[in-house]
C-alpha cells in the first residue's frame, strides 16, 4: 500500500467514524447529513472519500437517500433491507443488532404441488419444512416459511436450523446466488399478531422469495411476514431515457 492510499484510507475511517457519532448524538432520525460540499470544506477530504464514507453508513442502515433531496438519517426502528440476497442475520449483524430465532416447526415432508413447482422437484419429494419467528435484540421483527429441497441441501434437523440457514447451506457447499423475490402490503392475522408483538390487522410487509444457487438450481421457497413498522425495503430505481 503506497503513502497516498494509506492516508485515503485513514481519510475515509476518520470521516466515518466523525459521521457516526454525530448520528448517535447531534443529528436525529430524519435529520439531512451535510452536502458532498460541506462535508469536503469541513474534513479536508476529496469528494470520492465522501461517497465512500457515505455509502458505508448507507450500507448499514445508518442513512438513506432521497432521490434529488438528499441523505437523511435512518430511524433506527425500523430495519431498511436492500435487495442484495442476504440472510436475516447477516442484515441483523450488519446493524450490530443480535439476531435470534425461535423455531416454531420442523418437519421433514413431502412437497406439495405449490411447492414442487417452485422448487423444480417432484411432488412427493422430501423437503424440510421450517417455520420460524425471527427477532432482532429480543424484539420479533418476522414470521418466516421456508422449504427446503433436501436432496440438493442435505439432511436438516432442529439444531440446524435454529440459527442462519444461508450460514448453515454455505457450509455444506450450496452457495446462494440469487433469487426471484415478491413484495407485498397486507396485514397480520390474530395468530400472527401475537407472535409479532402487534395488534391484529396491523400492516405487514408479505415477502415471497425462490433463491438459487449459482447454477440457476432452486434450492429454497420461503414466505416471510415482516412488521411493517420495523422493516422496510429500499430499492435504487433508474430512469431510462429514449
Given at each position: 500500500m503506497t503513502a497516498n492510499t494509506g492516508?485515503?484510507?485513514?481519510?475515509?475511517?476518520a470521516?466515518?467514524?466523525?459521521?457516526r457519532a454525530e448520528i448517535g448524538s447531534t443529528l436525529r432520525p430524519?435529520?439531512?447529513l451535510p452536502s458532498e460540499r460541506e462535508l469536503v470544506a469541513r474534513f479536508g477530504v476529496s469528494r470520492a472519500t465522501v461517497r465512500q464514507a457515505v455509502g458505508r453508513l448507507e450500507?448499514?442502515?445508518?442513512?438513506?437517500?432521497?432521490?434529488?433531496?438528499?441523505?437523511f438519517v435512518a430511524d433506527p426502528a425500523t430495519i431498511s433491507k436492500s435487495l442484495a440476497l442476504t440472510s436475516f442475520s447477516e442484515d441483523m449483524r450488519s446493524r450490530r443488532l443480535t439476531p435470534d430465532s425461535r423455531l416454531l416447526d420442523f418437519t421433514l415432508t413431502e412437497a406439495g404441488v405449490a411447492v414442487a413447482r417452485d422448487l423444480s422437484l417432484s411432488p412427493g419429494a422430501e423437503v424440510a419444512h421450517i417455520r420460524r419467528l425471527r427477532l432482532a435484540d429480543g424484539l420479533p421483527m418476522c414470521i418466516e416459511e421456508v422449504w427446503l429441497p433436501t436432496e440438493r441441501v442435505g439432511e436438516?434437523?432442529?439444531a440446524v436450523v435454529g440459527g442462519s440457514l444461508?450460514?448453515?447451506l454455505g457450509a455444506r457447499g450450496v452457495q446462494p446466488h440469487h433469487a426471484d423475490q415478491v413484495i407485498a402490503a397486507t396485514v397480520v392475522d390474530a395468530d400472527q399478531a401475537a407472535l409479532l408483538g402487534v395488534a391484529p390487522y396491523s400492516p405487514a410487509l408479505r415477502v415471497d422469495r425462490i433463491t438459487y444457487d449459482q447454477a440457476g438450481v432452486a434450492i429454497e421457497r420461503a414466505e416471510s411476514m415482516y412488521r411493517?413498522?420495523?422493516?422496510?425495503f429500499r430499492i435504487t430505481v433508474i430512469r431510462r431515457t429514449s
Open positions: 492516508k485515503t484510507a485513514w481519510k475515509h475511517e470521516l466515518y467514524t466523525a459521521l430524519h435529520d439531512p450500507e448499514e442502515g445508518l442513512v438513506y437517500r432521497a432521490q434529488g433531496s438528499g441523505t436438516l434437523d432442529a444461508y450460514g448453515a411493517a413498522d420495523r422493516y422496510d
